[in-house]
C-alpha cells in the first residue's frame, strides 16, 4: 500500500473507532501512532518523538491560554454575574413582548463574554433563567430552545476556546481572530432577538408577560453587572490592544473571576473543589485531544496527504464556493454528532491547506481569519441541530418537564436564524473582516 | 462509585493530583498577574517577574499531567455515542472494554517515554532560557500525574471488566463541557 493510501484509508479507520464510541483524543493517537509505524516502517522515529512530544504539548506557552480560559469559565460559573446578567436584562426589556427570552439572549452574549465554551454557557445561564422564564409563563419549548441557541453564543463572542486551538492550528494571530468574531457573535445575537419576536408573534401563547420595571431599578441593575464589563474590558480589550497576550489576559481573566466569586460569598471549600475538577475534566480532554491531533498530524505529512490533496484540488479546477460550500456542509452533518473542538482539530489539519489554495480573491490572512469564523459558526449550529445537537441534551437535562420533542420544535427558528447568518457571513466576507480592518 | 478499597485509594488518588494541578494552575495565574502589574509599575521601580513564561510553561505543563487521571476515571472524554446507542448493552459493554485497553497501553506507552525523554534532558543538561533550571525538572513534574494516569486506567479497565462480568451497564459518559 502506498503512504497516500495510508492516508486516505486511516479516515475511515479513525472515524470507524469514534463511531464505535472510542474517545476522540485516544483514537487520533492510536491512528496517528501506527500510521507513522505503517509509513516509515520501523518504529523507532516514533519512540523518539514521543520523548518530548507530550511535554511540548502540554508545557507550551500559546496552548496556556486554554486552561486559564477553563479556570475562568468555571468561576465564572460559581460567581453569580450570570444572575446579576439576567437581572439586569430582565429590567431593561423584559416587560417587551418575548421580553424574558430576548433578556435570555442578552446574557448568555454578556455571559459569553466572559467564559469561552458553550456548553458552560448553556449550563450556568440555564439555572439561572429557566426558573424565571417559567414564572413568567413562557413555555418549555421556548425557554429551552432559547437556552441552548444562546448558550452558543458562550462561544462566538471572545474569548473563546476553539478560536484559540484554530489560531494555534493554522498559526494566525488570537487577537484578530478574536476580533473578528465580534461581528459575526453580535450578528447571531441580533439574529436570535429577531427569531424570539417572530415566534412569540406566531405563537403567542408560548409567552407571557412580566410587569415593566422603573428606571431606578433598571440603573441599579446595571450597576451590579460591573464586574463582568471590567473583566471583559480587561481581557479581551487587552488581547485586542496588544497590551496582554492572550495567556496574560486569561490569567488576569482567571484571578478576576476568582476575585469575585469570592468576594460573592459562593466560594467556599466545596465549590473550589469543584471548580478545580471541572477545570481538570475539561482540561484534559481538550489536551488529549490536542496530543492526538499532534500524533495524527506527523502521520498525515509522513504519507503526504495534504500535499497530494491540494494538487489534486488545485488541478481539477474547481470552483471555490462550490468546495467552500461542502466543506461547510460537512461541518454541519459532523458538527450534529461530535463535538465541535474535536471536529476542528481533525479536519483542519487536512482541510485547511486545501482550501488554501483556493482563491477566494482574498489576501492569505483575511482568508484564514474568515474561513476559520466561518468554521466555528457553522460547527455551533451543529451543537443545537435537533436531533443530537449537545446544547439540546444540556438544557433539556436541566429543564425537566419539558419534553425532548418540544425542545427541538423549540429550538428550529434558532436554527434557522443561524443558517441566515451562515450565509450572510459565507457571501460577504468583508461582514466579517470589517472590523479586523478597522482596527489592524 | 466503586466502594471498595482499590476503588477508594484510586478515586482519593485522582481526585487529590487533579486539585492540586488545578491550585498550580492558579499560582500560574496569580503569578503572571503579578508579573504584569510590576510591569505596568516599573516607573516607580517594581519590575516584571523575569522567566514569568517559563514558569507559565512548567506549570500548566504540571497540570494538564495532573489532570488526565480525574478525566479518564470520571469518564470525561470526549466521545461519540449515538451510533452506538442503538446496539445492545452488552455489544456497547465490549467496547468500552477495548477503549479502556487502548487507553492502558496509551498511557503506559506516554509515560515511558516521557520518563525516557526526562532522562535525555538529564543527561544533555538542558536549561531553560531566562531561568537556567535544567528542563529535566519540568519533565519530573509530569511523571506523578503521568504515572497515577497508568494506574487509574489499569483501574478503570478492571472495573469495566467486572461490571460486564456482573452484568452492569457501563458508567456512562459525562460528554464534553467546554
Known amino acids: 500500500m502506498s503512504n497516500i493510501e495510508l492516508g486516505l484509508w486511516s479516515f475511515p479507520i479513525l472515524l470507524g473507532m469514534i463511531f464505535l464510541r472510542v474517545p476522540i483524543g485516544l483514537a487520533m493517537l492510536v491512528v496517528g501512532v501506527t500510521g507513522s509505524w505503517l509509513v516509515t516502517g520501523t518504529w523507532n522515529p516514533v519512540l523518539a518523538q514521543f520523548k518530548n512530544l507530550t511535554q511540548s504539548t502540554f508545557a507550551s506557552y500559546s496552548l496556556s491560554v486554554v486552561p486559564l480560559f477553563l479556570l475562568m469559565g468555571q468561576f465564572a460559573s460559581i460567581s453569580g454575574m450570570s444572575q446579576s446578567l439576567f437581572r439586569a436584562a430582565a429590567t431593561w426589556v423584559g416587560h417587551r413582548k418575548g421580553g424574558v427570552a430576548i433578556a435570555t439572549v442578552g446574557a448568555c452574549a454578556g455571559f459569553g463574554a466572559i467564559c469561552g465554551s458553550s456548553l458552560a454557557t448553556a449550563a450556568t445561564m440555564g439555572q439561572v433563567a429557566l426558573p424565571e422564564l417559567k414564572r413568567y409563563g413562557y413555555s418549555g419549548a421556548l425557554s429551552t430552545g432559547t437556552l441552548a441557541a444562546g448558550g452558543t453564543l458562550g462561544i462566538l463572542i471572545p474569548p473563546s476556546v476553539i478560536l484559540v486551538i484554530y489560531a494555534v492550528l493554522t498559526e494566525q494571530n488570537i487577537a484578530k481572530l478574536f476580533m473578528a468574531a465580534f461581528i459575526p457573535g453580535f450578528l447571531a445575537m441580533l439574529g436570535y432577538i429577531v427569531a424570539i419576536a417572530i415566534y412569540v408573534r406566531i405563537s403567542p401563547e408560548s409567552a407571557g408577560n412580566r410587569e415593566r420595571a422603573a428606571y431606578p431599578e433598571r440603573f441599579r441593575a446595571l450597576l451590579d453587572i460591573w464586574p463582568v464589563m471590567l473583566l471583559f474590558l480587561l481581557v479581551i480589550g487587552g488581547i485586542y490592544t496588544g497590551v496582554f497576550t492572550p495567556t496574560e489576559a486569561a490569567a488576569i481573566g482567571a484571578v478576576g473571576t476568582g476575585l469575585v466569586a469570592l468576594l460573592s460569598g459562593s466560594l467556599n471549600f466545596r465549590s473550589f473543589g469543584a471548580a478545580m475538577l471541572g477545570t481538570a475534566s475539561s482540561t484534559a480532554m481538550l489536551f488529549l485531544i490536542v496530543l492526538g491531533a499532534a500524533a495524527l498530524n506527523t502521520f498525515l505529512a509522513l504519507s503526504q496527504l495534504p500535499q497530494f490533496l491540494s494538487a489534486f484540488v488545485t488541478e481539477q479546477g474547481f470552483n471555490p464556493w462550490l468546495i467552500l460550500f461542502i466543506v461547510l456542509l460537512l461541518y454541519l452533518l459532523l458538527g450534529c454528532v461530535m463535538d465541535s473542538l474535536s471536529m476542528i482539530l481533525l479536519t483542519i489539519p487536512i482541510i485547511y491547506p486545501v482550501m488554501t489554495t483556493l482563491d477566494f480573491g482574498l489576501p492569505p490572512e483575511d482568508f484564514a481569519i474568515w474561513f476559520g469564523i466561518l468554521v466555528l459558526v457553522v460547527v455551533e449550529v451543529g451543537l443545537i441541530t435537533p436531533p443530537v445537537g449537545m446544547n439540546l441534551f444540556v438544557i433539556n437535562g436541566l429543564s425537566r418537564d419539558t419534553p425532548l420533542l418540544h425542545t427541538y420544535r423549540g429550538v428550529l427558528p434558532f436554527v434557522a436564524s443561524d443558517l441566515v447568518r451562515v450565509v450572510i457571513l459565507a457571501a460577504f466576507p468583508a461582514v466579517t473582516l470589517y472590523a479586523l480592518h478597522l482596527f489592524y | ?178
Open chain 2, 1 to 178: 462509585m466503586d466502594s471498595s478499597l482499590p476503588g477508594r485509594i484510586v478515586h482519593a488518588l485522582a481526585r487529590l493530583i487533579a486539585i492540586a494541578g488545578g491550585a498550580v494552575l492558579l499560582v500560574v495565574a496569580v503569578i503572571t498577574v503579578i508579573s504584569i502589574v510590576g510591569r505596568a509599575f516599573i516607573w516607580a521601580g517594581l519590575t516584571s517577574i523575569r522567566g514569568d513564561f517559563e514558569l507559565v510553561e512548567a506549570g500548566v505543563g504540571f497540570a494538564v499531567f495532573c489532570f488526565l487521571p480525574w478525566a479518564h476515571l470520571t469518564r470525561g472524554h470526549a466521545v461519540v455515542t449515538i451510533f452506538t446507542d442503538a446496539l445492545p448493552p452488552r455489544v456497547n459493554a465490549v467496547l468500552v472494554i477495548l477503549s479502556d485497553l487502548l487507553m492502558l497501553i496509551i498511557a503506559a506507552f506516554l509515560t515511558w517515554r516521557h520518563f525516557l525523554g526526562m532522562l535525555d534532558k538529564m543527561q544533555y543538561g538542558e536549561t531553560t532560557l531566562l531561568l537556567r533550571f535544567p528542563l529535566w525538572w519540568s519533565y519530573a513534574a509530569g511523571l506523578p500525574g503521568a504515572a497515577i494516569f497508568v494506574l487509574v486506567a489499569l483501574y478503570v479497565l478492571v472495573r469495566s471488566v467486572a461490571a460486564t462480568a456482573a452484568g452492569q451497564p457501563p458508567i456512562p459518559q459525562q460528554g464534553a463541557i467546554h
